[in-house]
């Protein structure tokens, strides 16, 4: 009798991702000792938290909810933008106006105004 099982299982030979990503993506040669230390250091600090949470989001998007996790760009007001960068510049004038004084410096067919610091 076959027993079937639904269940999606993955199995991941660090050694042979190591070696893999070494030679192919980063254009690397390492001894099979090294293939082993590193595959060795990422079985211990290894994390899943980017797997984790691509699974959230597709159960999210599978369920029609959205995550709350992630901010809705298409939500964000162009206005709370505005009046966000507006109080931020008024902050920066305020701020060099403190802090230094304009002076100007002449060449022969320019000016500009540059800050000074205050002493």
Do not use: H
């Amino acid at each position: 009798m076959s027993v079937f099982y639904d269940d999606v299982k993955i199995e991941i030979n660090l050694n042979e991702l190591v070696a893999i990503r070494a030679k192919e993506v980063l254009k690397l040669e390492m001894t099979e000792d090294d293939i082993d230390e590193v595959a060795m250091d990422a079985r211990i600090r290894l994390t899943w938290d980017t797997l984790y949470g691509m699974i959230d989001d597709l159960i999210l998007e599978y369920l029609d909810q959205p995550n709350p996790n992630k901010p809705n760009y298409g939500e964000i007001s162009i206005e709370s933008i505005d009046v966000t960068m507006e109080k931020e510049k008024k902050a920066r004038e305020k701020y060099v106006k403190d802090n230094f004084d304009m002076i100007e410096l002449k060449g022969g067919s320019w000016t500009i105004e540059v800050p000074m610091r205050k002493k």
